[in-house]
């Protein structure tokens, strides 16, 4: 069940340190996206727009992420899709679901990129909570300093 139904949008040039609920912070200047988890759990969701990641439309009022936020790696597993903003709870997937997926998603990135796929494990272990200093390491690779 999700506890937010909605996602108000702001637009930023960098995101907060920390995110309000309801709220899908939007930084142009770094392409990506962040948001507290829909479900309520409080967990922070980070969703780059790249040509292989998400892809956001504005359209002048609201906001909507494709594909899907698939939020497998948090203990609350939550799916959910942002259509103009109006968060619609997708269902659940199984772990053979989510691992092809990845397969899928790191094929599409290699051949955007130009790269032969990586053979990797089945399962990748993936920390569930992002480092506390995520933000101050993405503004030291785009401004180069702290």
Request: hydrophobic residues 30%; proline residues 9%.
């Amino acid at each position: 069940m999700m506890r937010h139904k909605r996602l108000d949008h702001r637009f930023v040039e960098h995101i907060p340190e920390r995110l309000s609920p309801g709220i899908l912070y939007v930084s142009m200047e770094y392409a990506t996206s962040a948001h507290s988890c829909c479900c309520g759990c409080g967990e922070e969701v980070v969703a780059p727009f790249t040509p292989t990641d998400w892809k956001m439309t504005f359209d002048g009022e609201t906001i909507s992420l494709r594909p899907s936020i698939g939020n497998w790696t948090l203990k609350c597993r939550s799916h959910y899709v942002i259509d103009r903003g109006k968060v619609i709870e997708a269902g659940p997937w199984s772990d053979e679901q989510v691992e092809a997926e990845r397969r899928r998603d790191r094929s599409a990135k290699a051949h955007f990129y130009g790269q032969s796929p990586k053979t990797e494990p089945t399962v990748t272990p993936v920390p569930t909570r992002p480092t506390p200093s995520f933000w101050r390491r993405v503004r030291a690779r785009f401004l180069g300093r702290p």
